[in-house]
T-cell receptor
Framework: AQTVTQSQPEMSVQEAETVTLSCTYD???????LFWYKQPPSRQMILVIR??????QNATENRFSVNFQKAAKSFSLKISDSQLGDAAMYFC?????????????????FGKGTLLTVNP | KAGVTQTPRYLIKTRGQQVTLSCSPI?????VSWYQQTPGQGLQFLFE???????NKGNFPGRFSGRQFSNSRSEMNVSTLELGDSALYLC????????????FGPGTRLTVL
């Protein structure tokens, strides 16, 4: 079965400090994309960062960066200089069936999420 | 560019009734996916539509169905509602092949009494 595991149900960080959220996944597909989504209390799901599985270079988006270890199927998210607005539920996910035009297996598989609290 | 919209935002129904939820994707997006979010099961994939065809379906009973129209708008229907269907239903659209990012709507909160 294709799965995503987020081993930390909850994490907390002090404002301005750095925190790392863990994620491991399991898929038999060779072509996929990995994502971290953020869901604040408003429930709106927002993309934080994206990583193409075929790219070795780790993705970076301002204060957010990932550590992608393809062989280990690990995809952790590092948040630097944490801000109060970063407090949210964070979901790790991957999408399969991403061949040209998509395919019959085109769907996101999510982890259970990590609730991040930012302390002032 | 307008984001993904979902209507209604909140619904209260009773057991046995049926409900229809609507999703309008971002202009130009032809793929629309639906997800159910509950505290116990997390985010689960319901189905995905592309160019009016259901390409993929999650592990949900036949009471859950959907369709997509020629303008890519999508609806999902749940018949014979059960208490366990209470959830946040999220719709997401994407431009397949370009980043494959799924853009989510604000969700429809369904409560079954």
């Amino acid at each position: 079965a294709q799965t995503v595991t987020q081993s930390q149900p909850e994490m907390s960080v002090q404002e301005a400090e750095t925190v790392t959220l863990s994620c491991t996944y399991d898929t038999s597909e060779s072509d996929y994309y990995l994502f971290w989504y953020k869901q604040p209390p408003s429930r709106q799901m927002i993309l934080v960062i994206r990583q193409e599985a075929y790219k070795q270079q780790n993705a970076t988006e301002n204060r957010f960066s990932v550590n992608f270890q393809k062989a280990a199927k690990s995809f952790s998210l590092k948040i630097s200089d944490s801000q109060l607005g970063d407090a949210a539920m964070y979901f790790c996910a991957y999408i399969t069936g991403v061949g040209q035009g998509g395919g019959s297996n085109y769907k996101l598989t999510f982890g259970k999420g990590t609730l991040l609290t930012v302390n002032p | 560019k307008a984001g993904v919209t979902q209507t209604p935002r909140y619904l209260i129904k009773t057991r046995g009734q049926q409900v229809t939820l609507s999703c309008s994707p971002i202009s130009g997006h032809r793929s629309v996916s639906w997800y159910q979010q509950t505290p116990g099961q997390g985010l689960q994939f319901l189905f995905e539509y592309f160019s009016e065809t259901q390409r993929n379906k999650g592990n949900f009973p036949g009471r859950f169905s959907g369709r997509q129209f020629s303008n890519s708008r999508s609806e999902m229907n749940v018949s014979t509602l059960e208490l366990g269907d209470s959830a946040l239903y999220l719709c997401a659209s994407s431009f397949v092949g370009r980043g494959n990012e799924q853009f989510f709507g604000p969700g429809t909160r369904l409560t079954v009494l």
